[in-house]
């Protein structure tokens, strides 16, 4: 089977990923209408937020 | 005490003195320890949008005195203008998570409000430090901006004293007055952060409150 070659790959999706200066993506339901590049940073803030109050800290070291 | 000199109590050098040092002693102003609870990565993410806005600034200075033909033309320019690119895409990135920590530990209790006031208008402010900054690209991007902004901005009857297609008004803006507003709000927040504390977690108020019911019961 044949690989993707990267004008395939930016097609695709996650293609905006990688070549953010491509032709824009966007995600619209009823009202909502946003750049894929945008919501995914949104995703990642959601995520990394999540990620911050969940992993331990390390060198942990108690005043009281 | 010679003659003509004030007295030291009255002067006014020697009441902000008392009044900053009584508000920030220097065991506060520059603490090397910290409660138990600030232990958690929610926590760094103050540290970092300020350590983004110190990259911002810098690299907006060499942008500002190289000017526009060389952030657009050279490597090394194109260079920096991609550093404060990142640099505002982790500001606001690292920002807005501090931001929902901050809103679901709810970091304005405890007489910490003017904290929170001052972060919220910080945020907003760098939200229009941004906006003339896309606007002061020199390139067909801050056109098609200007162009789209002009009409909003007019509609609501602005357009007058901050007009987007005046390039000049809007490089200033950037370049001058907004980042020393966004500058002097942060220092101001940090220095509200160091004189009232970090904002205890919920159950460690609590815990706080019963004790001092049960002491004076």
New interface residues.
């Given amino acids: 089977m044949a690989l993707p070659g990267i004008g395939a790959l930016a097609r695709m999706p996650l293609g905006a990923v990688f070549d953010l200066s491509g032709r824009p993506r966007y995600v619209h339901w009823h009202f909502f209408q946003m750049s894929v590049t945008n919501l995914l940073?949104i995703v990642?803030?959601v995520v990394?937020?999540c990620?911050?109050?969940l992993?331990p800290?390390p060198?942990?070291?108690?005043?009281? | 005490m010679s003659i003509g000199e004030a007295p030291r109590d009255r002067s006014w050098t020697a009441r902000l003195r008392t009044r900053a040092e009584h508000a920030l002693p220097p065991e506060k102003l520059l603490p090397d320890r910290q409660p138990a609870y600030v232990a958690s990565w929610i926590y760094v993410f103050g540290a970092l949008t300020i350590a983004a806005l110190v990259c911002l600034v810098a690299s907006g200075m060499v942008l500002g005195l190289k000017g526009p033909a060389w952030w657009h033309v050279t490597g090394i320019g194109r260079f920096f203008n991609g550093v404060h690119l990142w640099s505002v895409e982790i500001f606001f990135f690292t920002m807005v998570v501090h931001l929902w920590g901050k809103f679901w530990m709810g970091a304005w209790r405890g007489g910490r409000s003017l904290t929170w006031v001052a972060g919220a208008v910080t945020f907003l402010i760098s939200i229009a430090a941004a906006f003339t900054g896309y606007l002061s690209q020199q390139n067909f991007d801050a056109q098609w901006i200007s162009t789209q902004a002009k009409d909003g901005l007019n509609s609501v009857g602005i357009g007058a004293f901050f007009n987007v297609t005046n390039f000049g008004q809007m490089y200033t803006f950037h370049v001058i007055l907004l980042p020393v507003a966004v500058v002097l709000l942060t220092a101001w927040h940090v220095l509200l952060v160091r004189r009232n504390g970090v904002v205890p977690p919920y159950v460690r108020a609590l815990a706080d409150e019963r004790a001092v019911g049960e002491e004076r019961a």
């Fill in positions: 940073v990642l803030m990394v937020f990620a911050a109050i992993l800290f060198h942990r070291r108690a005043e009281r």
